[in-house]
Every structure is written in C-alpha cells, then in structure tokens.
C-alpha cells in the first residue's frame, strides 16, 4: 500500500508575494481557478499574507471581494490562509474584538483552513485567534515558526507542540519562512511529532538556499502529512520548490500525492505566461531566483535579503551589505533570538542597517524596537541583552503579561469615527489594518472623482 502525501499550492499567495511581490491581480488567476481546483490539491492558499494589503495599497482592489471570487470558483478544494495571530495581516497588536471579527469574516467569506502564527512563539499570543478559529468553524493550523539558534532546540518545538496539543489545533505547521530547515532536523522534528501526536503535520520551507527538495524528502520520510509547493511557472529562488517536480520524484518513491498530472501541466502553462507579463513589467526581479547559501549562514529570509539591499540602494551604501548581513545575527542575538518572520524580520533588519550605518549599536533605536524590549510584542524565546535593553529604556518596567490584554475594544471606536464610510463589517476591518490606504480606497468605490483635483476656471470678462 502506497504511503500518502499530500500537496498545498502557494501560486496564489506566497509564490507570487515573494517572487513578484503580491502584485498577481484577481483577473489573471480566475481563468485558472477552475482547473487549479481540479489538480488534486489538498488545499490552496489564496489569502493572507501580505496580499490584504497588496490589494488595496498598489491593485485598488477589494481583497474580500478577490476572496468570495476565488470561492465561487474553487468548489471542492480547501482554501488557506496565513493569519499573523494577534498582528492579524499587520504589523501590531489588535484588540481581541478586531482579532476574533476578522477570523469570523475571513470564514464567512470562504477561507476553510487558517494557519497561524505568532512571530515570537508566544503562544499566549495565538490563543484567542485558535479559539475564534474553533468558534466559526474553521480548521485552525498552528505555526512552529522554526529558526536556528542555541535555544532552539527539538525539546524547545516540541514545548510548543504540546501547548498546540492543548489547544486542540486541527493540524501543525512547521514554517520555515527563511529556508533554512535542513533535511535532518526535518527528520527529526516531523519525527518527534509524529511519536506524540496523530495531528497532521504540514512543512513549509522555501528554496532560496538550495536544499528546499531535500528537507520534504526527509520530511516525508518522517511522516509528514502535507508539503507546501509552488506550481513550476512561479517555483524556486524565494518561492517554494516546484509542485510537479517533487510530486513526480515523490510518486517514483512510492508515494501517492493524489494529483493530477495533466491538470498540474495546465496550471504550469497559464502561470508561465502570467509570469512573461510581469518579466516585461520589470516586476520580476531575476535576483529572486538565485541560489543563497548565505541564508544559512546569516540564516535571513530570501525577502528580508531583498529589502535590507534596497534601503541601502536607497541610502547610496550599498558596500555596507554585508556588514549588515553580519550585524543582523548580532541584532538577533540581542533581541533574545526571535524568528525571522514579519514583523519581526523587518525590524531586526532596520536596526542593523542603523547600527551599521550610524557606526553606533542602537545610536538610532525605532519605535518597534523599544516596545519589543518593553515586552509589548511579547515573550523572546530567549532572554534579551540587558545592557542592550537598558541602553534602549533605561529603568523602565518591561511587561510580561499578555499584550494585547493592554488593549481596549477596538471596533466601537472604529464605528463611530468611521461608520459614515463603510457599508459592511469587512469595509471596518479594512480599516482597522490599513487605515492610510483602506479609506481612499473606500472614498474612491464610492465617489471615483474624489481624490481628482477641482479644476478651477477663471472668467475674464
């Protein structure tokens, strides 16, 4: 009897949000949808990420109404979605109210499966969004956001597996955001799972160091249950490992994947010229499909590499590159060893591009570095540095309670300051994340002159 495995496809979310980001528009996937939900595919990831805010920011789109799109289309196969916990799709804490209403909205609007994470691993930061998962109905998947460091071993995962356990979780994720989960330690940790629980297990890495095939190969050895990949047109580099490819070699060991393989060639040939469209836009940057070693040495997301060479693009110092890639582990370090996943990668990444530059460690200090040490993100898996930490705020009293217990309801608020401008809860919660580009983009649905400048014309008589 053939050992089963099953496939999750990121073309329409994080394949196309780290090679070409986020800009994949609702109009080109339609055509494809229907045969993407033919392909045998356990589930889709369709949403999250970064693509709530791509919509509205550069696409000025609805990103519920590309969500109810997708599910009228997508009729058998399960639609996914990566939720930030307590961030939701931003960059801060949320009241409970706005967490627990936009898990019920997302569900309502189509998403099956939610998986979540919590930058830090801090699970008191996921509770709230597991239990509205649970309440509306949703299959909740919960993230090991896996790195490498002194304290993070398999004992310090499976630490967090059992809390997971706890909580009832429907499946667990292993999210290797950087690409740097090698074959063992999947083995290993797939394994140790698997030995003290019968919840599926999902692996995610990405193939920006050149070993991305190798980790499922171990992975699936160990009992894995899904894998994420990407459709060949949009694979590799940044992405995830091509669908096709480690689907065939899987099948040639014995595995039943369960895809269809005529269907996949489909997929691949719509997404290939899709792709050409965004090469001649020049959105496609060729610099995303290389091969980086170097992320297991600096162990920094393919993306993360990307933007910390754009801000010294930007400031005119682009020799200081890799100074900074050898002051983001220090960074790390200081900051108790958190993963490298949003938003907590971008951070890390600022202060070491200021520490560099500034030829000071922590001369200039962001606003989010300083909550971080006051504990407002949460709990670092590691203690932080504590000259460091008083260099940056001094006496002052660090919390250790739960953040967001420091938050009032959000939602009444936000009704009575902007009700005039909305027609639907999904319109608030637009705002609520994205306040700065949600608002035009809602003044506009409704009057698309109202950002256009009045032409005055002057009479002369």
Known sequence: MKKKIRFMDTVLRDAHQSLIATRMTTEQMVPILETLDEAGYLSLEVWGGATFDACLRYLNEDPWERLRIIRQHVKHTKLQMLLRGQNLLGYKHYPDDIVETFIQKSIENGIDVIRVFDALNDMRNLEVSIKAIKKYGGECQCCICYTIS??????????????????????????????????????????????????????????????????????????????????????????????????????????????????????????????????????????????EPKTLLYQVPGGMLSNLLSQLKDAHKEELYYDVLREVPRVRADLGYPPLVTPISQMVGTQAVMNVMTKERYKLVPNEIKDYFKGLYGQPPAPVNPEIQKKIIGDEAVFTGRPADLLEPGLPELEKEYGQFVDSMEELLMIALFPQVALPYLKRKKDPFYDIPEQRVELYV
């Open 150 to 291: 002194d304290v993070h071993t398999i004992e310090y995962y499976m630490g967090l597996v059992q809390k997971m356990i706890e909580l009832k979780v429907d499946s667990i994720a292993i999210k290797d955001m950087a690409g740097i989960l090698t074959p063992d330690v999947a083995y290993n940790l797939v394994k140790a799972i698997k030995a003290v629980t019968a919840i599926p297990v999902e692996v995610h890495t990405h193939a920006t160091a050149g070993i991305s095939e190798m980790t499922y190969l171990k992975a699936a050895e160990a009992g894995a249950d899904v894998i994420d990949t990407a459709i060949s047109s949009l694979s590799g580099g940044t992405s995830q490992p091509a669908t096709e490819s480690v689907a065939l070699a899987l099948e040639g060991l014995g595995y039943d994947t369960g895809l269809n393989f005529e269907k996949l060639n489909e997929i691949a040939d719509y997404f290939k010229g899709i792709k050409e469209v965004f090469v001649k836009e020049g959105i496609f940057n060729p610099k995303v499909m290389e091969v």
